[in-house]
């Protein structure tokens, strides 16, 4: 690969992974309701879920998740209900509880969050397309593209946690530094932000190439 494909590699990835999206949504919402720091497996889940496209498109396995798109329709809309669950539930707890939250709520234990955010992710047709369609395309046909296909799968996970840690400080700073009045207002925002990931999802389709 040349220096001139690489940076554009780089630069393409980078706009991709600070423009906001299902996953930003999702992160900003969690970090506002949690944290920053109890967001860090949120962000996991959803790199995990990106590794996991990235190892099943060097292997070759993922256009068969364009083949089938009937098949990635079901699983999306099965992880958006669960999605939008998790978002109804925080706006109940905030519209609805008389106190403002002494701690992190049930949804914000570190396994629901990671398997929420893979959940997103994996079922983000956005994230199919771009390791079955635009990370083929800078690493070639050759005979190393497998080789670079997974290198250039690790170096945009590794770019893409910067981008989703810099959304989590951002949402966790108007948590910790809101009123008690005003915390019960972001909390309910926070809802809204995943279901507004999920809804984002549930919009996009393998179609939209």
């Known amino acids: 690969m040349s220096v001139a494909a690489l940076i554009a590699f780089i630069v393409t990835s980078l706009a991709l992974d ?22 860090q497996p949120s962000i996991a889940g959803i790199l995990v879920a990106n590794a996991v496209y990235c190892l099943l ?9 364009l083949a089938f798109p009937v098949l990635f329709d079901f699983i999306k809309w ?21 106190e403002v939250r002494p701690g992190p709520t049930p949804v914000s234990t570190p396994g629901r969050l990671f398997y929420s955010s893979f959940v997103l992710q994996g079922a983000n047709p956005k994230a199919v397309l771009y390791y079955v369609a635009i990370l083929p395309a800078f690493a070639g046909d ?5 080789k670079w296909f997974l290198l250039l799968g690790m170096l945009e996970i590794a770019m893409e946690y910067p981008a989703l840690l810099f959304y989590s400080l951002v949402g966790g ?19 809204v932000a995943v279901i507004g990931a999920a809804a984002m999802v549930a919009r996009s389709s393998l179609q939209q190439r």
């Not at 498109?57 to 998740?65: C, I, P, R, T, W």
């Not at 992880?79 to 008389?98: E, H, K, N, V």
């Open 173 to 191: 700073g108007l948590s910790t530094f809101a009123s008690r009045r005003l915390q019960r207002a972001l909390d309910a925002l926070a809802g």
């Open 57 to 65: 498109s060097a292997a070759g396995l993922a256009a068969l998740v």
């Open 142 to 146: 050759s005979e190393h593209a497998a």
């Open 18 to 39: 600070f423009t906001p999206g299902p996953a930003v949504l999702k992160v900003v919402g969690d970090s506002m309701a949690h944290g920053w720091q109890r967001t």
């Open 78 to 98: 099965m992880g958006m209900l669960y999605l939008g669950w998790i978002g109804l539930r925080s706006l109940q707890a905030a519209l609805f509880t008389s």
